[in-house]
Structure formats: structure tokens, C-alpha cells
């Protein structure tokens, strides 16, 4: 296996910048298709949600591969490379693996444990079989995941450590009240009708509002979700569908607007956020926060030098680390390697970029006690004159001016926004986005269920694993049988050319004991050997095996290669299924 994520997250990186990386439906297919065709990778599969842009892949060199993907991810997403290195993260073999089963279980979420992760891991995959970028190593991945993904929701109560992003940023809305209470009797306004947004409109039909207005790009697909909400016994709520130029005056009637699209601008200005709230009021809107404080500020706790997150491309062979002996690393933002000890990752700090080190921590390295000793008798003589030693002060506090009830409560889920982030500062709006949803949740309590959802995905890492590497040996297994067996058929064809007048019954029997033999020979030696490959630094013994038994390296590769020619045939009959059983779109 040699699996490698290149990826940023909400973890990783701003919100300002998760909306600039931001890829559309086409934009993913070029980036997969771009992928595979790339030199290092043979398989890609593209996970993009509003908290993350990750591309998976298996590559046959790891600094090349890191290399590639890194400089796709930044070309596809629009946003430089240099840019984009400080925030990316990688992870490699058994640390992608860990990495996506705890996707799958809602660990790395914004809102820990919600479900919602499960299906656009789903969908991701059916756009990697779609393209034909996903082989037999990213079919099982992303098929385990879900498989541990539903096995964590099922046998654990990860869903009481958090709820889905709708539920969470609703609760962020109602500012500690009671949900239901909050809505009851509320108009809302639905901007979009895709699945988040179709989940935003149940959600609240289900917290009791008292209408919802849907309005959508397309009006039949509005006018779908709005029959959803109101068929059924229990369906209690009044819906009813708009065109998208009715949103100004929609919001003007609106207590409560969700808005998630996929729009590349913003659908929400503070403009007519600001219009819709005079229309309510009657009264001029003014900004009462304090100047300067303002939300969405790029982050600034970068280095002054970043560091690339890899040499030249081939240059494996350079890597302090030793590849091959590893189970599985990580790198996060410049240079950190999950697992590993302080000299390691200084060595393949230093030889990412070339024998250079960050300047601030060179210059404490390499600090001189002279300086400090003159730095102190500086201090000393200033105290002497002044009567103190200058000092940093924090500015006085300013009085925050108390802000009005909001008459406008929006929720916007888009990444990128939908709203305007000005709104933040508009008297009678509260606005909650993904941003200060991720600052929210940072406080939020874990449950004690993500401990025994930490250990279900460590098992499950472990069972993948050793089945992969069980399964790299097969071949070589399947060449030793059909190796045997020729030279059981080349013995018995030799028995009957020296005994002619053997008859049927007895040439019957010779051969099945021969054969019985060789099977029982062949037994222990097979089944034990497909257990050493499953541990972990098993992958030598398929070499072991062709040498002991002088195996043809080609009729190994032969095996291989009809292994994946069949995968291939079924993968394209299952997308023939999995396309009419689709639908029209």
C-alpha cells in the first residue's frame, strides 16, 4: 500500500482560506482526472466538503507524490502554493488510513459525531468509480470507511457528542435557549435546496417554526423539497416555493434564513441583509461594534519563512526517514511528523528545504550569552533613569456598546459564504457561519464515547492494513499452487509414457495421491506465509517466496494483472448498474 492524503481542513486552516480553496463538481473531476494522469498516481478519489478539500491517492514515490498533489490541489483551487503549503497536511500508508476512518466516524468534524460526513464520503466515491479513478485500493478504503463509520454510530453514542452543522449552528442561533421554544412560530427562509440545505428545512419543520420559504436557482427542485416537507401525517408545517429574485422581500417576512448554495459570490449582501432589517424596524441599522474589531482576520501565526513540505520530486532516496520501515506518517502545516522523535524530524525539516532552518528558531538556537548579558546591562541602565523597565502594554479594554435584540437570525452553511461576513456587525442581525461555528465547537465537551470510537477506528486500521498486505502475497501464493501443479501434470505425463498399459483406475489414483501431497506439502507453508504478510514489515516475504521456489517474476505479474483485469470488468459493470439505476438527473 501506498496511500497518500494531501489535504487542508478547518483544523489546518483559516475559514477565509477553506473558502478560496473551495472546488465545484467540475472543478473536482478535472482535479481527479489531472491526478491520475499525473506520473506518481494510479488511483484518486476527491473528498470536498465546506470543512475540507483532501485528495487521496496511490502513488508509487512518496516526496513525488506529496509534490504533484500539493501543486494540483493549488491549481485547481486557485490559491497559490506557497500560499497553501503552511496549512496543508499529509498523511501517509497507515496514518491516510487512520486518518479517513476517523473522518468516517465524525472525529474530525466541526461538530464531532455528525452522520452527515458518511454520505459525502459516499458520494466521493461514486465520482471517483464515475471517472474510472478509483481502483481496487480506494474502492476498499472508502468502503471500509463507511462500513467503520456506520459501525461507530451503531455501537457507540458518538452521535450524543455532537448533532449535524444544521442542529449545531441553530443551537448557536438561539443563543443557549431552548431550541423548539426559540422557534416556535418563526418564519424561515431556506436559500437552496441541495442536501444540506433540504436537511436545514427539516430540521426546522421538526423544531416547530411556523412557515418555511424555500427559494432555489431551479424552481422545480424548490417546489420538490417543499411536497417533502408537507406530505406525511406529521407534517404540520406551511411551505411554500420562490424564484431567487424574491429573496430580498422574502427576507423582509423572514425571522430565521438558512442559505446554503453553491454559489461562487456572495447570495446575501450586508446591503440587503441591512434593507431587510429597516423594512422590519423602520429604524436606520448602525454598526455598534468597536473599530477594529472584526471577524474573519487571515491568520497571522505563520512563519516567516515557511518551509516546503517536500524536496524535488524523485528524491526519495535522499529522505533521512526510512520509507519503507515505516507503518505510516503524518506531516501537518510545515514540517511536523506525527509519531516521530525530535532528531527524525529535524533531519527531514532541514532536508525538505534544503539544508535551511526557520530563522527564529535558529536564532534561539544559536543565541549568545554576550548579547543577553549586554541586553540585561541595557535594561539595568534604563531602570536606573527612567524609574522602570519599558514594557509591552495591552491597550485599555474599550466599552463594547450594547447591541439590540436581533430581529434577523442567519445561518449560513456555504463555503464558500453566502453571506456577507459584514453582517456580523449589523444591529438587530445575528448572524453564525462556518467560521464562528469552528470557534464554537473548539469549547464544545467530548463525550466519552469518542474514546471507544478512537479504539474501533485503531482495530479497524490494523485489520485493513494486515488484510492489504495478505493480499499482496496472493499472487505469489497462486504462481507457487500453479506452479506445483504443472509439475504434478509434467510427472504424471512422464509416469504414463513409462508405464503405457496403466489403466484408468490406477492412473486416477496415482494422481490424486501426488496431488494430495503436494497440497499438504504446500499447506503449512502458504497459510503461515499469509500471516507473516499480514503483520506489519510482512511485505518481504513475497520476495522470500520467489527466490526460495525460483518463481517466475512474470507469471506473478500475470496473476496480478488478471486479478485487476477482472476488478476493472466488474467495476464497469457495476457503473453500468449504478448509472441505470441512477435515474434522470
Given at each position: 500500500?501506498?496511500?497518500?492524503?494531501?489535504?487542508?481542513?478547518?483544523?489546518?486552516?483559516?475559514?477565509?482560506?477553506?473558502?478560496?480553496?473551495?472546488?465545484?463538481?467540475?472543478?473536482?473531476d478535472?482535479?481527479?482526472?489531472?491526478?491520475?494522469?499525473?506520473e506518481?498516481?494510479?488511483?484518486?478519489?476527491?473528498?470536498?466538503?465546506?470543512?475540507?478539500?483532501?485528495?487521496?491517492?496511490?502513488?508509487?514515490?512518496?516526496?513525488?507524490?506529496?509534490?504533484?498533489?500539493?501543486?494540483?490541489?493549488?491549481?485547481?483551487?486557485?490559491?497559490?502554493?506557497?500560499?497553501?503549503?503552511?496549512?496543508?497536511?499529509?498523511?501517509?500508508?497507515?496514518?491516510?488510513?487512520?486518518?479517513?476512518?476517523?473522518?468516517?466516524?465524525?472525529?474530525?468534524?466541526?461538530?464531532?459525531?455528525?452522520?452527515?460526513?458518511?454520505?459525502?464520503?459516499?458520494?466521493?466515491?461514486?465520482?471517483?468509480?464515475?471517472?474510472?479513478?478509483?481502483?481496487?485500493?480506494?474502492?476498499?478504503?472508502?468502503q471500509?470507511?463507511?462500513?467503520?463509520?456506520k459501525?461507530?454510530?451503531?455501537?457507540?453514542?458518538?452521535?450524543?457528542?455532537?448533532?449535524?452543522?444544521?442542529?449545531?449552528?441553530?443551537e448557536?442561533?438561539?443563543?443557549?435557549?431552548?431550541?423548539r421554544?426559540?422557534?416556535?412560530?418563526?418564519?424561515?427562509?431556506v436559500?437552496?435546496?441541495?442536501?444540506?440545505?433540504?436537511?436545514?428545512?427539516?430540521?426546522?419543520?421538526?423544531?416547530?417554526?411556523?412557515?418555511?420559504?424555500?427559494?432555489?436557482?431551479?424552481?422545480?427542485?424548490?417546489?420538490?423539497l417543499?411536497?417533502?416537507?408537507?406530505?406525511?401525517?406529521?407534517?404540520?408545517?406551511?411551505?411554500?416555493?420562490?424564484?431567487?429574485?424574491?429573496?430580498?422581500?422574502?427576507?423582509?417576512?423572514?425571522?430565521?434564513?438558512?442559505?446554503?448554495?453553491?454559489?461562487?459570490?456572495?447570495?446575501?449582501?450586508?446591503?440587503?441583509?441591512?434593507?431587510?432589517?429597516?423594512?422590519?424596524?423602520?429604524?436606520?441599522?448602525?454598526?455598534?461594534?468597536?473599530?477594529?474589531?472584526?471577524?474573519?482576520?487571515?491568520?497571522?501565526?505563520?512563519?516567516?519563512t515557511?518551509?516546503?513540505?517536500?524536496?524535488?520530486?524523485?528524491?526519495?532516496?535522499?529522505?533521512?526517514?526510512?520509507?519503507?520501515?515505516?507503518?505510516?506518517?503524518?506531516?501537518?502545516?510545515?514540517?511536523?511528523?506525527?509519531g516521530?522523535?525530535?532528531?527524525?524530524?529535524?533531519?527531514?525539516?532541514?532536508?525538505?528545504?534544503?539544508?535551511?532552518?526557520?530563522?527564529?528558531?535558529?536564532?534561539?538556537?544559536?543565541?549568545?550569552?554576550?548579547?543577553?548579558?549586554?541586553l540585561?546591562?541595557?535594561?539595568?541602565?534604563?531602570?536606573?533613569?527612567?524609574?522602570?523597565?519599558?514594557?509591552?502594554r495591552?491597550p485599555?479594554?474599550?466599552a463594547?456598546?450594547?447591541?439590540?435584540?436581533?430581529?434577523?437570525?442567519?445561518?449560513?452553511?456555504?463555503?464558500?459564504?453566502?453571506?456577507?461576513?459584514?453582517?456580523?456587525?449589523?444591529?438587530?442581525?445575528?448572524?453564525?457561519?462556518?467560521?464562528?461555528?469552528?470557534?464554537?465547537?473548539?469549547?464544545?465537551?467530548?463525550?466519552?464515547?469518542?474514546?471507544?470510537?478512537?479504539?474501533?477506528?485503531?482495530?479497524?486500521?490494523?485489520?485493513?492494513?494486515?488484510?492489504?498486505?495478505?493480499?499482496?502475497?496472493?499472487?505469489?501464493?497462486?504462481?507457487?499452487?500453479?506452479?506445483?501443479?504443472?509439475?504434478?501434470?509434467?510427472?504424471?505425463?512422464?509416469?504414463?509414457?513409462?508405464?503405457?498399459?496403466l489403466?484408468?483406475?490406477?492412473?486416477?489414483?496415482?494422481?490424486?495421491?501426488?496431488?494430495?501431497?503436494?497440497?499438504?506439502?504446500?499447506?503449512?507453508?502458504?497459510?503461515?506465509?499469509?500471516?507473516?504478510?499480514?503483520?506489519?514489515?510482512?511485505?518481504?516475504y513475497?520476495?522470500?517466496?520467489?527466490?526460495?521456489?525460483?518463481l517466475?517474476?512474470?507469471?506473478?505479474a500475470?496473476?496480478?494483472?488478471?486479478?485487476?483485469?477482472?476488478?476493472?470488468?466488474?467495476?464497469?459493470?457495476?457503473?453500468?448498474?449504478?448509472?441505470?439505476?441512477?435515474?434522470?438527473?
Open positions: 500500500m501506498s496511500l497518500l492524503v494531501v489535504g487542508l481542513s478547518h483544523r489546518s486552516a483559516p475559514v477565509s482560506l477553506l473558502e478560496r480553496a473551495s472546488l465545484s463538481a467540475d472543478g473536482q478535472k482535479l481527479l482526472q489531472d491526478a491520475v494522469a499525473a506518481p498516481a494510479t488511483e484518486a478519489a476527491v473528498l470536498a466538503t465546506c470543512n475540507r478539500i483532501e485528495l487521496y491517492a496511490d502513488v508509487d514515490k512518496f516526496h513525488a507524490g506529496v509534490a504533484e498533489l500539493s501543486t494540483l490541489l493549488a491549481q485547481h483551487s486557485g490559491v497559490g502554493l506557497e500560499e497553501l503549503t503552511p496549512y496543508l497536511y499529509v498523511h501517509y500508508e497507515d496514518r491516510a488510513v487512520h486518518h479517513l476512518f476517523s473522518v468516517a466516524c465524525g472525529l474530525d468534524s466541526m461538530v464531532v459525531g455528525e452522520g452527515q460526513i458518511l454520505g459525502q464520503i459516499k458520494n466521493s466515491l461514486a465520482r471517483a468509480q464515475d471517472l474510472h479513478t478509483a481502483g481496487r485500493l480506494l474502492n476498499d478504503l472508502f471500509q470507511a463507511l462500513r467503520v463509520g459501525r461507530a454510530h451503531s455501537e457507540t453514542g458518538i452521535d450524543r457528542a455532537g448533532q449535524s452543522l444544521v442542529t449545531f449552528g441553530l448557536q442561533l438561539s443563543g443557549g435557549a431552548d431550541v421554544a426559540w422557534a416556535r412560530g418563526k418564519n424561515a427562509l436559500i437552496g435546496a441541495g442536501s444540506m440545505s433540504s436537511l436545514a428545512a427539516a430540521t426546522l419543520a421538526r423544531i416547530g417554526v411556523g412557515e418555511i420559504v424555500i427559494a432555489n436557482r431551479t424552481q422545480d427542485r424548490a417546489e420538490r417543499v411536497q417533502i416537507l408537507t406530505e406525511g401525517d406529521d407534517a404540520d408545517v406551511s411551505a411554500r416555493a420562490v424564484p431567487m429574485d424574491a429573496v430580498p422581500f422574502e427576507l423582509t417576512r423572514a425571522d430565521v434564513a438558512v442559505s446554503c448554495t453553491g454559489a461562487t459570490g456572495l447570495v446575501l449582501t450586508a446591503e440587503t441583509v441591512t434593507a431587510a432589517v429597516e423594512g422590519r424596524t423602520g429604524a436606520t441599522v448602525a454598526v455598534p461594534l468597536a473599530v477594529g474589531e472584526e471577524r474573519g482576520a487571515v491568520r497571522t501565526d505563520v512563519r516567516e515557511p518551509v516546503p513540505l517536500v524536496g524535488a520530486a524523485g528524491a526519495d532516496e535522499n529522505c533521512p526517514l526510512d520509507l519503507a520501515a515505516e507503518p505510516g506518517f503524518s506531516l501537518m502545516g510545515e514540517s511536523a511528523v506525527a516521530m522523535d525530535a532528531t527524525t524530524l529535524e533531519q527531514h525539516g532541514t532536508w525538505v528545504d534544503n539544508g535551511t532552518v526557520d530563522r527564529r528558531e535558529a536564532a534561539r538556537a544559536g543565541a549568545d550569552p554576550e548579547s543577553d548579558a549586554e540585561i546591562s541595557v535594561l539595568a541602565a534604563t531602570q536606573a533613569g527612567a524609574g522602570r523597565v519599558p514594557e509591552h495591552r485599555e479594554p474599550v463594547a456598546v450594547p447591541r439590540p435584540e436581533p430581529v434577523l437570525f442567519v445561518l449560513d452553511l456555504a463555503m464558500p459564504r453566502d453571506v456577507d461576513a459584514a453582517a456580523h456587525r449589523l444591529a438587530g442581525v445575528r448572524l453564525v457561519d462556518i467560521e464562528s461555528l469552528a470557534e464554537a465547537s473548539a469549547d464544545a465537551p467530548m463525550a466519552a464515547d469518542v474514546d471507544q470510537v478512537r479504539r474501533i477506528v485503531s482495530d479497524e486500521v490494523a485489520a485493513f492494513g494486515a488484510a492489504l498486505r495478505a493480499a499482496h502475497i496472493t499472487p505469489t501464493v497462486v504462481a507457487l499452487r500453479t506452479m506445483a501443479a504443472d509439475v504434478v501434470s509434467s510427472e504424471i505425463a512422464r509416469l504414463e509414457g513409462r508405464l503405457p498399459s489403466d484408468d483406475k490406477h492412473r486416477t489414483e496415482i494422481t490424486q495421491t501426488v496431488r494430495r501431497v503436494v497440497d499438504k506439502l504446500l499447506h503449512a507453508p502458504t497459510v503461515r506465509v499469509k500471516q507473516l504478510a499480514a503483520e506489519p514489515g510482512g511485505a518481504g513475497a520476495d522470500a517466496l520467489r527466490t526460495l521456489f525460483d517466475d517474476p512474470e507469471t506473478v500475470s496473476v496480478s494483472r488478471a486479478d485487476r483485469d477482472s476488478e476493472d470488468s466488474e467495476k464497469h459493470d457495476d457503473s453500468e448498474k449504478h448509472s441505470k439505476n441512477r435515474g434522470p438527473a
